[in-house]
């Protein structure tokens, strides 16, 4: 059973910077983030495959940075966002996935105040 566990939300001015954090137990293949703004879809935001590969969204391209880290069955995936605007305000999921089967987050907010 995959678990994940995120932390890291929180208020910020825009320009600022927070990190997001997301522990993931179990077998994954992926893990990555996704938003939801107040009245609009789940979007995605960035993702990172277990050979590093990254992609991100064009609207955080250049000022969100995806990273992971192993240690023993756990693995880590954090979201560096930097330059924050108040349009990046959204609950904010993380996201793992083994092949085919994807698991979520609770969600953190990430709330930017202009």
């Known amino acids: 059973q995959v678990q994940l566990v995120e932390s890291g939300g929180g208020l910020v001015q825009a320009g600022g910077s927070l990190r997001l954090s997301c522990v993931v137990s179990?077998?994954?293949?992926?893990m990555g983030w996704y938003r939801q703004a107040p009245g609009k879809q789940r979007e995605f935001v960035a993702i990172i495959t277990n050979d590093s590969r990254e992609t991100y969204a064009d609207s955080v391209k250049g000022r969100f940075t995806i990273s992971s880290s192993r240690d023993n069955a756990e693995n880590t995936v954090f979201l560096q966002m930097n330059s924050l605007k108040p349009e990046d305000t959204a609950v904010y999921y993380c996201?793992?996935?083994?092949?085919?089967?994807?698991?979520w987050g609770k969600g953190t907010l990430v709330t930017v105040s202009s």
């Open positions: 179990g077998l994954i293949t992926s």
């Open positions: 996201r793992a996935a083994y092949w085919g089967t994807e698991y």
